[in-house]
């Protein structure tokens, strides 16, 4: 069954214009915003995705990033998405900087879930349509409704 990114992502779990000066610093405020919704540590999560960082970038190319990992103590898929200004070095496939980052958690062993939302996230991202629109709305509620595909 394909995933919806309604299905893991809240309203409140957008975070507009957020400025840090690397990847890491990206990584490290991603997974306190994330602690805090989950309820995983902040220091799990940031080793994970910096654990998932190490064996290839999961900068996609076109100013946008999906870095995303499994945690045995999660019990449902997670998604946090980031508009950063300005972007940051991360990598990317395309060496271009990120400003649009899209944090991506799911349980562990849930293998199929996990491919599903990445393909989800991955598919409505890569709509240059969808990414223009993202980069120009001017509140969270706007650009919730830009992802889910109502604006």
Do not use: W
């Not at 709509?127 to 830009?146: G, Q």
């Amino acid at each position: 069954m394909a995933s919806c990114i309604i299905d893991f992502l809240s309203p409140r779990a957008v975070m507009l214009d957020v400025r840090v000066p690397t990847k890491l610093a990206l990584l490290r405020t991603l997974s306190e915003r994330a602690s805090a919704a989950t309820g995983l540590p902040a220091e799990t999560i940031f080793a994970e995705l910096n654990k998932r960082e190490s064996l290839g970038s999961t900068g996609m190319g076109d100013g946008i990033a999906l870095p995303h990992a499994a945690y045995a103590d999660l019990k449902q898929t997670f998604g946090l998405v980031a508009r950063l200004k300005p972007p940051v070095e991360f990598e990317a496939i395309d060496s271009k900087p990120v400003d649009l980052a899209f944090l991506l958690l799911t349980p562990a062993g849930a293998e199929k879930t996990h491919l599903n939302a990445l393909a989800a996230v991955s598919r409505r991202l890569r709509n240059r349509d969808v990414a223009e629109k993202l980069r120009m709305v001017n509140n969270e509620n706007a650009f919730y409704d830009v992802l889910r595909g109502s604006a």
